[in-house]
């Protein structure tokens, strides 16, 4: 119960809504996401965060950059929790 009000109060963020879907087509690095989404590389920072603790993305090292990478099994175990919650 925990994991799908803390996944669902995530995803209910544009902003965070927004990064999910950039990396959806590749993973990116804090000042490439803050300058296509217009925000700053420190709210940036500050979604990331709360996406690591979900665990709706991860992290990988390359070039002497942090890469976010979307986390496509954790979203779609919160998708099918939900499912389960409500529908089965």
Known sequence: AEFLRVG????????K????RLLKTKPMYNQELAETLGLTAATVSY???ALLACQFVTISKAEGRVYYHLNA???????N?????LVD
């Open 8 to 15: 669902w109060k995530a995803l209910a963020d544009k902003s």
């Open 17 to 20: 809504m927004e990064i999910l």
């Open 47 to 49: 979604h990331m965060n």
């Open 73 to 79: 099994v954790t979203l779609t175990s919160l998708l």
């Open 81 to 85: 929790q939900t499912k389960d919650l």
